[in-house]
């Protein structure tokens, strides 16, 4: 079993920047992927940024290039996101995730319980 556990959530004004971190326990060998969902009120889970373990390949939603940068522990313990300049539309609670599976359209098997992001205007 593997737990992640986020931090770095907080409240920030438009412009402004934070800095998420995960940190998992447990088994994590054999790790494929490691990133970020994050869900707004009322709104579906959208896909925010991954990296590849192996390969240290970076993915991107269209919606936070250039703003955003994920960072990892290539073993699969820890990934960090790093948000500049971020707009009230990032407001959402941020989640963790990490996946043994390969395909980007594969789901994760583990997430963790979410930090909360809030942008004001």
């Known amino acids: 079993q593997v737990q992640l556990v986020e931090s770095g959530g907080g409240l920030v004004q438009t412009g402004g920047s934070l800095r998420l971190s995960c940190t998992a326990s447990?088994?994590?060998?054999?790790?494929?992927?490691m990133g970020w969902f994050r869900q707004a009120p009322g709104k579906e889970r959208e896909f925010v940024a991954m990296?590849?373990?192996?390969?240290?390949?970076?993915y991107y939603a269209e919606s936070v290039k250039g703003r955003f940068t994920i960072s990892g522990d290539r073993a699969g313990n820890a990934v960090d996101l790093q948000m500049n300049n971020l707009k009230p539309e990032d407001t959402a609670v941020y989640y963790c995730?990490?996946?043994?599976?390969?395909?980007?359209?594969?789901?994760?098997?583990?997430w963790g319980q979410g930090t909360q992001v809030t942008v004001s205007s």
């Open positions: 995730v990490e996946s043994r599976n390969w395909f980007q359209s594969d789901p994760y098997e583990y």
């Open positions: 447990g088994n994590t060998s054999s790790m494929m992927r």
């Open positions: 990296i590849r373990l192996n390969s240290g390949s970076l």
